[in-house]
């Protein structure tokens, strides 16, 4: 019996300790996407955009304590591609009640469809749990891009007075 009880102290004990020392507490402040204000409630449109553009997200955040090696990211997902839209900062140090600013680039690639994508805002250290806020955009992209990627003409050399030239286009 004291065995037992002496366990269940030890573990909390550890647990105690344990949450001590655990990540201070971001609150993200806002998150711009070139200039705009996200709002987690509703979806947020990006108009004006391109393939082959790139948004810039501007995350502004205060922690409630001091820590090292952090890092934002923000990331959009579902894109079918091997090309990956995200960024991530590098590793700075943050000090409790000081507001930072970080600014991260998302290329918007071109294989990327016009519709609906989370955008993923996460800040993240070393030892503790993820501190993310998802919003919602809608990116309004154009819609009738073509991209020429291979001419194929016949006869390929030279075409004579009266002669079809025909092209392959892909």
Do not use: C, W
Not at 26 to 32: E, P, Q, R
Request: avoid cysteine.
């Amino acid at each position: 019996m004291m065995k037992n009880i002496f366990s269940l102290l030890t573990v909390f004990l550890i647990g105690v300790l344990m949450s001590s020392v655990a990540f201070a507490t971001v609150a993200i402040d806002s998150v711009k996407v070139d200039g705009t204000t996200m709002t987690q409630s509703s979806t947020n449109m990006i108009l004006g955009v391109e393939r082959g553009d790139e948004i810039e997200v501007k995350v502004t955040f205060t922690p409630d304590a001091d820590a090292d090696d952090v890092e934002i990211e923000a990331v959009l997902r579902g894109i079918d591609s091997s090309n990956k839209v995200e960024d991530i900062t590098d590793t700075f140090d943050i000090k409790n009640g000081v507001s930072y600013v970080k600014k991260l680039h998302l290329p918007l690639i071109e294989k990327m469809d016009q519709d609906r994508y989370l955008l993923r805002v996460r800040v993240t250290d070393r030892d503790s749990a993820t501190v993310e806020q998802t919003y919602s955009l809608e990116v309004d992209t154009e819609r009738h891009n073509v991209e020429v990627r291979d001419i194929v003409l016949s006869p390929n050399t030279e075409v004579k007075a009266g002669r079809a030239l025909l092209a392959s286009v892909r």
